[in-house]
């Protein structure tokens, strides 16, 4: 239990300066919570327009269809103004009611245009809604882009939480350490703990209040907490590592920024997976991303927990690694001191 009082320590240092501790504790949360509302503002919305003459009950009933549907807003368009609107993107389809038939006019492709078309014609045989979600096929959901931008956040203040051990380096406490009976799995054991707390405290806070807002992410709270113990725990493992490597904090927090955004942007966090070319496809193995989204939209469909098994694997199998290598960089700095 040695590295429990590493743990404790690291609080009471921490303490030590409230006012610095409490703004890095806390600031993280305002930002993460400011990340979760603009990206549920921002939730992409099919606005579909509707023209028709007289009273035709046919094109009534499946706009009404439409507007029941989840991720569509139908509404009346102006007829002398339909290519106007679409040019200018008011609407990502118009559809032209006649009294037998329909058509559509959009600039979108043509596999956009087949699906909407099929989604009509469903309406008008029977006006029960179903799931669209062909119409965001190019876009990541909010649960996607939530969570992702979560991680991303995460893990670069868990690296600056981390740098708490370069600070160790510069200062002596770390070569004291060395001539303890406490060794290097001790010592890292214990900043991990104490950045896994702090880490999974921020992000408790955050999706809490996201509750208690009633924004709806798509994903359960409990689920969403559970998802957390690997964002924590994978924010805190890449952390400790970069900390490891790094005599200098600026080094180590721009160095495992680049990182991150590398990482972030090859694991479908700003082009969605099926969007990247094939080869960045095989490449995005390797972002940690990759398969949090995956868990993610599993969530997402209904599946429970450990149901998609494989993905949860790789990122335990990051955090690890993760691990392994900082415990493994700090062994070779306390055999090159002593």
Request: charged letters at 10%; one cysteine or more.
């Amino acid at each position: 239990m040695n590295w429990l009082i590493v743990f404790k320590n690291n609080f009471k240092r921490g303490l030590h300066k409230k006012t610095a501790f409490f703004i890095s504790l806390l600031l993280p949360i305002v930002v993460v919570m400011l990340g979760i509302v603009a990206n549920y503002a921002n939730n992409s919305v099919a606005n579909i327009g509707v023209v028709y003459s007289g009273e035709n009950v046919k094109a009534k009933t499946v706009m009404q269809a439409l507007n029941d549907t989840p991720g569509i807003e139908a509404r009346l368009a102006t007829p002398d103004m339909i290519n106007t609107d679409i040019i200018l993107g008011k609407y990502t389809v118009v559809v032209e009611f006649a009294q037998d038939s329909f058509t559509l006019s959009s600039v979108k492709d043509e596999n956009t245009l087949l699906n909407i078309g099929h989604l009509i014609e469903n309406y008008i045989e029977n006006p029960t809604p179903v799931n669209a979600d062909f119409l965001q096929e190019h876009n990541l959901s909010i649960a996607q882009r939530i969570s992702a931008f979560i991680l991303l956040f995460l893990m670069i203040t868990a690296t600056i939480t981390a740098s708490l051990m370069i600070k160790d380096k510069n200062n002596g406490t770390f070569k004291r350490f060395l001539y303890s009976s406490q060794n290097a799995v001790t010592y890292v054991l214990g900043n991990i703990t104490y950045n896994f707390v702090i880490t999974y405290f921020q992000f408790f806070v955050s999706v809490s209040l996201t509750e208690l807002l009633g924004i709806n992410i798509g994903i359960s709270y409990l689920n969403f907490l559970v998802i957390g113990i690997w964002v924590a725990a994978l924010a805190t493992a890449f952390g400790t590592c970069m900390a490891s490597f790094f005599n200098n904090k600026m080094y180590s927090n721009l160095l495992s920024t680049c990182i991150v955004l590398i990482l972030s942007l090859i694991g479908g966090t700003f082009i969605p997976f099926h969007k990247m070319p094939t080869g960045l496809q095989y490449i995005s193995v390797i972002s940690p991303w990759r398969w949090f989204i995956s868990i993610v939209t599993s969530m997402e469909q209904g599946n429970k927990w450990f149901s998609n098994i494989h993905p949860l694997l790789i990122l335990t199998l990051f955090v690890v690694i993760f691990s392994l290598i900082a415990l493994s960089k700090n062994r070779k700095l306390i055999r090159g001191k002593k």
